[in-house]
């Protein structure tokens, strides 16, 4: 097994986008790279802990790829907006994307490097070590599931609809 952790805005909607996969054999939302030990949702919104809004992802690599885990994240994020996605606004619901694996910071730098060519403003999405991860309040783990019509900021179509390419024909693309 093994972990990525994603910030897209809002985490309800990014853990149950990814949670539909196969390979993904959990997520949970939470605070990454916080400055405050196990902040409340409360301190995050306030932005007192310097933390985003993250989802960690357990998965099978025998299953899905990152290279597929991050052109689906991609699929769901404008990478050139700071700190906003959707009505979102704030560096608590920042794009990011961390790991504790200097192997996979390679690879996740390598793809957002090459995906650029397909944006004509800068990626700004944070790629980092991850120093902490603070799972959320209960009330937040699977919200969309518990409250289907709860707000999102990715497509209903992207939730439902998404189909994942295959590892070699994404690398095909981003290598063009």
Known sequence: MKTIYLAGGCFWG??????????IEETGVGYANSIIANPSYEQVVSKSTQATECVK???????????????????????????KQGNDIGTNYRTGIYTTDPKELETIESFVKKAQKFYSKPIVIEVEKLTNFYPAEAYHQDYLLKNPYGYCHISPMMMHDFQLPDTRKILAKLDD
Do not use: C, K, M, R
Request: aromatic share 18%; charged share 15%; glycine share 2%.
């Open 14 to 23: 990014v853990e149950h986008f990814f949670s539909q996969f196969e390979g």
């Open 57 to 83: 992802i357990e998965y099978d690599p025998n299953t899905i790829s990152l290279v597929q885990i991050l052109y689906a994240y991609f699929q769901i994020i404008d990478p050139t907006s700071l700190n």
